[in-house]
């Protein structure tokens, strides 16, 4: 068996991986271009410029960064594959996780009179994580020494296409139903958020809420499609994984709220209300990581009975 790497080698690899990504994620930043709506305040609303951020812009660029890196190089370092097919399935879920399908609400929440995303600052929100994904990925699975020879050609066992389809729709079904849940006992609950999109004063019971939105059916619609979404970018993760499956469903937990999530310690004048930033990290944080625990336990292997699916093998290797 080869001797590790030693460690005098890929600490060089580590910091220039660390300033490649910082570099190509402020080259993705510059898209965006901030749309007049944000700078001089939105109307009717108190905020008139973007409040602080959790941690100074450089600290938080920093740590961003950092978040990244920590998840990206365990999900490269741990695949099945290598080469331009482990660059390219990451590249592709990198974006789409991180990027695409968070920028699909800002799409749909253009409709709000309350928004501060415009039509022309739309598009760069959707480049702006081009860099990091397309340039900066293949750059670290070729610095990393994952080429096309570590690929692992041993055989994995393909679920069977009826076991597939009930668990992709239970688990679609799991991620409406913490969507909800985290939306409204964690988010809805903060008054200037609810101002924020167009709905102050007092929060409404939680199943007339419910009912109420129902009856707009877009909301849920673009959610299911959202959930398709990040099982698409998750699957080859998933089955690419040579982690047992409790270390992989914290893998994908992390890869699924912190990349797209990680921002909202900045100042941003697109959502310019601090406290409607923080709860937004709450909200989504801990509903995409308990998701992506739940996805990992459904989507890892076969099951071949219901004692199977919940006794003590459900997370065995």
Not at 30 to 48: I, N, R
Not at 102 to 121: G, I, K, P, R
Not at 155 to 174: E, F, G, N, Y
Request: charged letters at 10%; glycine letters at 6%.
């Amino acid at each position: 068996m080869a001797s590790p790497r030693p460690v005098s080698k890929l600490i060089p690899r580590l910091v220039l991986l660390y300033f490649l990504f910082l570099a190509f994620y402020v080259m993705g930043a510059l898209f965006v271009s901030v749309p007049e709506a944000a700078v001089s305040g939105m109307a009717g609303s108190e905020t008139a410029v973007s409040e602080p951020g959790l941690v100074a812009p450089t600290s938080g660029l920093l740590l961003i960064a950092l978040v990244n890196l920590m998840i990206i190089i365990p999900l490269i370092q741990t695949s099945r594959w290598g080469g331009w097919k482990l660059a390219l399935i990451l590249a592709l879920s990198y974006y789409g996780a991180a990027t695409f399908v968070v920028q699909l609400e800002s799409w749909y929440f253009l409709s709000l009179a309350t928004s501060t995303v415009d039509a022309q600052t739309l598009p760069g929100l959707f480049l702006m994580g081009i860099p990091p994904a397309f340039f900066f990925i293949p750059l670290a699975v070729w610095l990393l020494g994952k080429n096309a020879s570590t690929v692992d050609t041993t055989p994995k066992p393909v679920m069977p296409l009826r076991q597939w389809l009930w668990k992709l729709i239970t688990v679609v079904a799991a991620y409406l139903l913490l969507y909800w849940l985290a939306g409204y006992f964690i988010a809805w609950q903060n008054p200037v958020l609810r101002a924020y999109y167009g709905q102050p004063g007092p929060a409404l019971p939680f199943f007339e809420h419910t009912i109420n939105t129902l009856c707009n059916s877009r909301l849920f619609v673009l959610q299911i499609l959202r959930a398709l979404l990040y099982v698409l970018c998750m699957a080859p993760v998933i089955r690419g994984s040579k982690l047992n499956p409790w270390w992989t469903a914290l893998l994908v937990g992390a890869y699924l709220s912190l990349p797209q999530n990680i921002a909202l310690i900045l100042e941003n004048p697109l959502m310019p209300s601090a406290t409607v930033r923080l709860t937004h990290l709450i909200e989504t944080v801990s509903s995409n990581f308990i998701w992506g625990l739940f996805m990992v336990w459904l989507l890892h292997r076969e099951h071949h009975s219901c004692g199977d699916l919940f006794g003590l093998r459900a997370f065995s290797s």
